[in-house]
C-alpha cells in the first residue's frame, strides 16, 4: 500500500480496514509512507516503511488512493504485477469540469485533477471506485473501472444501548463539524437556528476538534436524537454510514457519497445540497415524533449492516 499520510480521515480508516482485513485473508501487506510514519489512531496488523524503499522489490499487487506527486511518482516507477488505483472521492459537484480535465485534457490548475489524469492514462494502472455512484459515472464516460464498496466496522460503530436509552429529555443534534468546505457544516450549523426557534434548548455537538479515542465513538455517535450531515460531494459517506450503524436517524443531502445505504424516507431523510430550511424541516419532523425517529433508525441500521470491511476487502482482492 502507497499511502501519503495517516492522518484521522476516512480515507486512511478506509485503507486501514481493509488492509487488516487481508493480512487476516493470509496476504502479505506492507504500507509505504513518508518517512516509514505508523498510524497512532487505528491498530494495524501489517508494518510501515518509509515510502522510498517500496522499490526495493517487485510487487505481486500496489494499491494506492491519493494523487499527489510524490505517490504518484512512486506508483508508476515501482515494479508490481498489478497496480490498483483506488479512487477515494471525486467531486460531484465538478463532474463537468473532471470530465473535461480528464477525458479531453481541458487546462487546469488543480493538482489533484492533474495527478488523476496521469494516473488515468497510465496503461499499467487500473482504476477502483469505492462507491456505486463513482463507478457508474466512470462507467459512462467509457472508462474501465472495478468497484469495492465501502462500509462499517460494526464491533467499532454499534447501538450503546446504555447511551441511547439515558439520552437527556433535551434534543441533542450531532454532526461532524468537519470545517473543510465541502462537508457543508455552515448549511448544519444554519438549520440547527432553525430548529432553536422550536426547540430552544436543543443542543448541536460537533466530534471534530475533540480528538475522541475510537473507542468512544460508538458512545458519541448513540448520545444523538438525530444526526446532520450537510456534504456537498462525498466518495463514501463515513459520518452517516457510522451514524446509522449505531442506530442514530439522519438528515443528509442527496449526494453520491450517501446512494448505496440512504433511501430517502426509508433508511433516511434526504435533503438538496445548501439547503438549511429544508435540512430544518426534515430534522423537525424527526424530533417531533419518536416513532418516526424509531422507525428510521431500525431501518438504517439493518441496511448499513450488509456493508462489512471484509465484503469489501474481498471485493478488492477480486481484483487481484
Request: proline residues 5%; neutral net charge; charged residues 20%.
Amino acid at each position: 500500500m502507497i499511502q501519503s499520510g495517516v492522518g484521522i480521515f476516512g480515507g486512511v480508516r478506509r485503507m486501514i480496514e481493509i488492509s487488516n482485513n487481508l493480512v487476516d485473508f493470509g496476504h502479505n501487506v506492507v504500507w509505504f509512507t513518508p518517512g516509514g510514519v505508523e498510524c497512532p489512531w487505528m491498530d494495524c496488523k501489517f508494518p510501515f516503511k518509509n515510502l522510498p524503499l517500496a522499490k526495493g522489490r517487485s510487487w505481486d499487487v500496489l494499491v494506492s488512493n491519493r494523487a499527489s506527486g510524490e505517490v504518484i511518482s512512486m506508483v508508476t516507477s515501482t515494479k508490481a504485477n498489478k497496480k490498483l488505483f483506488y479512487i477515494l472521492g471525486l467531486g460531484e459537484t465538478r463532474l463537468k469540469e473532471f470530465e473535461q480535465v480528464l477525458m479531453h485534457n481541458a487546462p487546469t490548475d488543480d493538482k489533484q485533477l492533474k495527478s488523476l489524469r496521469y494516473i488515468m492514462q497510465h496503461p499499467d494502472v487500473e482504476l477502483v471506485a469505492n462507491s456505486t455512484w463513482q463507478a457508474e459515472w466512470l462507467w459512462s464516460l467509457g472508462v474501465e473501472c472495478g468497484l469495492a464498496v465501502g462500509a462499517v466496522n460494526h464491533s467499532m460503530f454499534f447501538p450503546v444501548k446504555e447511551v441511547l436509552t439515558k439520552r437527556p429529555s433535551t434534543f441533542v443534534i450531532g454532526t461532524s463539524g468537519d470545517p473543510r468546505t465541502r462537508k457543508g457544516t455552515p448549511v448544519v450549523e444554519a438549520a440547527f437556528e432553525i430548529i432553536l426557534r422550536k426547540y430552544p434548548d436543543a443542543v448541536l455537538r460537533k466530534y471534530h476538534g475533540l480528538n475522541l479515542p475510537q473507542s468512544e465513538m460508538a458512545g458519541w455517535y448513540s448520545g444523538n436524537h438525530v444526526f446532520l450531515d450537510g456534504q456537498l460531494w462525498a466518495g463514501w459517506n463515513n459520518p452517516v454510514a457510522e451514524s446509522m450503524a449505531c442506530g442514530v436517524p439522519v438528515v443528509c443531502t442527496k449526494i453520491g457519497g450517501n446512494k448505496d445505504f440512504c433511501f430517502d424516507d426509508e433508511t433516511a431523510y434526504l435533503v438538496p445540497r445548501n439547503n438549511p430550511e429544508h435540512m430544518a424541516r426534515a430534522a423537525l419532523r424527526l424530533l417531533d415524533n419518536e416513532f418516526e425517529r424509531d422507525r428510521l433508525a431500525t431501518a438504517g441500521l439493518e441496511v448499513i449492516r450488509k456493508f462489512t470491511w471484509p465484503e469489501c476487502a474481498r471485493q478488492l482482492e477480486a481484483l487481484f
